[in-house]
């Protein structure tokens, strides 16, 4: 096991419904730890950069649309193994497919409006928290 950080987005259909802090509540009891947070307004550019990986793909647009529909919580994530336990907490992207407990069974509206984002990979965790933190934001304790 190895202390590893991970990006994790609150998005806007659980922003909207008032879940930031029931869902940062699984988070913490997880045993991973909140390191860094800011609420914050996507642009279009914004967030076409952030899901650029995805440009492709025929949700695109869509999942650009919703991103920016209403606030989102951007938040960095300390723990052992912390981007393959989010990836756990979170649950599959297609709720129907999550387990019972995770954050998208619970909460996810569709496999789109499905309330979290979490890092896939080591590489990606460091270009997503870059992406949206400085250095000086991020107390590592
Ligand atoms: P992940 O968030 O579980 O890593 P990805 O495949 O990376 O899933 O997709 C990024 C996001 O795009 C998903 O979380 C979801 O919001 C949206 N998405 C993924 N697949 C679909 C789809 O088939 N239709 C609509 N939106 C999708
Ligand atoms: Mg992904």
């Known amino acids: 096991m190895s202390i590893e950080k991970t990006l994790s987005i609150i998005k806007p259909d659980a922003t909207s419904r008032n879940l930031t802090g029931q869902i940062n509540s699984i988070i913490e009891k997880s045993g991973l730890k909140i390191i860094a947070q800011k609420r914050i307004k996507l642009t279009k550019d914004i967030a076409s950069r952030f899901y650029e990986v995805h440009k492709n793909r025929p949700f695109f647009q869509d999942l650009v649309s919703f991103m920016i529909s209403g606030p989102v919580v951007v938040q960095v994530l300390q723990g052992d193994d912390a981007i393959a336990l989010y990836r756990q907490v979170m649950?599959?992207?297609?709720?129907?497919?999550?387990?019972?407990?995770?954050?998208?069974?619970?909460?996810?509206?569709?496999?789109?409006?499905?309330?979290?984002?979490?890092?896939d990979s080591t590489d990606n965790a460091n270009k997503e928290i870059s992406f949206f933190f400085a250095e000086t934001e991020l107390y590592e304790s």
């Not at 599959?92 to 387990?99: K, Y």
């Not at 954050?103 to 509206?109: E, G």
């Open 91 to 119: 649950g599959a992207t297609n709720p129907e497919e999550a387990e019972a407990g995770t954050i998208r069974k619970q909460f996810a509206l569709s496999i789109e409006a499905n309330s979290v984002h979490g890092s």
